[in-house]
């Protein structure tokens, strides 16, 4: 119980370490909401574990992949070529939309 806290608790935690860091080193270009997507995805899965007795990791890895393959052929069919740099940004933003969709609708759930 203890632990599935402490994944809960950890993306604001990553999110606030994060903004401490890009205000104080503003050289460096990671933005605090790409550093969090892992964690949400993670507490996640910890949520699901506990409350449903369900191990969803593989459900989130296909719609992680889902994700990518959609991503891919959205810009194939807009831009007419796919560059990895704009795929990974397109991807993984889209990655954390939905990360942060299923991460409020656990806790919604943990604390129900």
């Known amino acids: ?3 599935t806290i402490i994944f809960l608790i950890l993306p604001e935690v ?11 080193l ?3 270009r ?3 909401i790409d550093l969090m997507t892992p964690f949400l995805l993670i507490a996640c899965g910890r949520a ?7 191990t969803a ?6 719609l992680v992949m889902l994700v990518g393959i959609f991503a ?3 810009l194939a069919i807009q831009r007419g070529e796919i560059i990895y740099r704009t795929f990974f940004k397109l991807w993984w933003r889209l990655v954390f939309i939905l ?12 604390l129900r």
């Open 30 to 32: 990671i933005n605090p």
């Open 1 to 3: 119980m203890m632990v």
């Open 72 to 74: 891919a052929i959205f």
């Open 48 to 54: 699901i574990k506990l409350q449903l007795n369900y």
């Open 26 to 28: 503003p050289r460096v």
């Open 14 to 24: 990553v999110l606030i370490l994060g903004l401490v860091v890009h205000h104080l």
């Open 99 to 110: 990360g942060f969709i299923g991460y409020l609708g656990c806790l919604l759930l943990f």
């Open 57 to 62: 990791t593989s459900l989130i890895v296909i």
